[in-house]
């Protein structure tokens, strides 16, 4: 069964003259009408106390737990048992009035200011500099039909020199396929290259970075050749070749974030032994079509920083 609330309950702390029985059992039988308890001993949560004094008719019902005091008088021209009536039925009707007054909300704290979080520190800086990039772009190859498109992976590390920013920057290329078409052949092929620059920052700002740099490398060819009869193409076997080379480009960088960045890079090429030309053709046919000497470059790119030198 639920557990009923217990009734509320009212102390009769004084009672002058102390021989007034005939208040006390009057007053309980009106507030036992109103479900509250009278009693003359000790209550944990007591709703109020009366202290009641019939020879001056000053009657006073006091309530901590409401934070209010009512005071009420009995007329000194009412007498005897009607003067004791009369007096409980004052002390009822404030204590019904108590009973239809919400206790006092306890005061709210103010609450403590909270401090704002710090600002993250900056990311420590690293004495080497280190950042990977991909990117994709055109390469002048020769041929009717000369440009063809790549991509490419890099990693560059910089070492901090008073104002400049030093670095090494290794290039990775690939090129899917490409095709140098002749007068009675084509050689059709695939590219992988390899560079290593060292280069140096030339501007700094807002903006970004200005890069140069200067090296070397290789390209491995894997050529394979076609020779045309009418509308025909013979192929011959594909044949890897290498042609090392020195490179130079140029770089810009544009901040994206505090660790990406995005980047243009115009470079160029020049071999220093052309790539040889695949499988011996007859004598009859023209000079197979080569990739050019020099070949320059564009590349468009991501890289992202995972060690940052001082700037």
């Known amino acids: 069964m639920p557990c009923l609330a217990a009734s509320p ?14 208040f006390e059992a009057s007053l309980g039988e009106m507030l036992g009408r109103l479900e509250v308890t009278l009693t003359r001993g000790a209550a944990d949560v007591p709703l109020a106390f009366v202290d009641a004094d019939l020879s001056s008719g000053q009657l ?19 007498t005897g048992d009607v003067r004791v009536e009369t007096a409980a039925a004052l002390v009822a009707a404030a204590i019904e009035v108590l009973l239809h007054t919400d206790p006092p909300r306890p005061p709210m704290r103010a609450a403590a200011p909270v401090a704002p979080d710090p600002p993250r520190p900056p990311p420590p800086a690293s004495p080497i500099g ?3 990039g991909v990117g994709i772009g055109p390469r002048l190859m020769g041929g009717s039909d000369p440009v063809d498109f790549g991509a490419s992976l890099q990693a560059l590390a910089t070492l901090p020199l008073g104002l400049q920013r030093p670095g090494v920057l290794f290039v990775a290329g690939y090129q899917p396929g490409f095709e140098l078409t002749g007068e009675s052949t084509a050689v059709r092929g695939q590219l992988l290259s390899a560079r ?25 060819f894997s050529l394979a050749r076609f020779s045309r009869e009418g509308e025909l193409l013979r192929p011959a076997p594909s044949r890897l070749t290498a042609a090392p080379l020195v490179s130079a480009l140029v770089t810009w960088r544009f901040p994206l974030g505090e660790r990406v960045d995005l980047f243009v890079t115009a470079s160029v ?23 050019w000497t020099v070949r320059p470059m564009l590349q468009l790119g991501l890289t992202f920083a995972p060690l940052r030198t001082a700037r």
């Open 9 to 22: 309950t009212v102390v009769l702390r004084s009672l002058a003259p102390a021989t007034s029985p005939a």
């Open 60 to 78: 006073v019902v006091d309530s901590p737990s409401r934070a209010v005091t009512i005071r009420r008088a009995v007329s000194s021209d009412v």
């Open 130 to 132: 280190l950042e990977l």
């Open 196 to 220: 290593l620059f060292v280069q140096l920052e030339l501007a700094r700002g807002r903006l970004g970075r200005l890069e140069a740099g200067a090296g070397g490398g290789v390209d491995v």
């Open 269 to 291: 090429d020049g071999d220093l032994r052309a790539p040889r030309a695949p499988p011996d053709r007859p004598a009859t046919e023209s000079a197979d079509p080569l990739p």
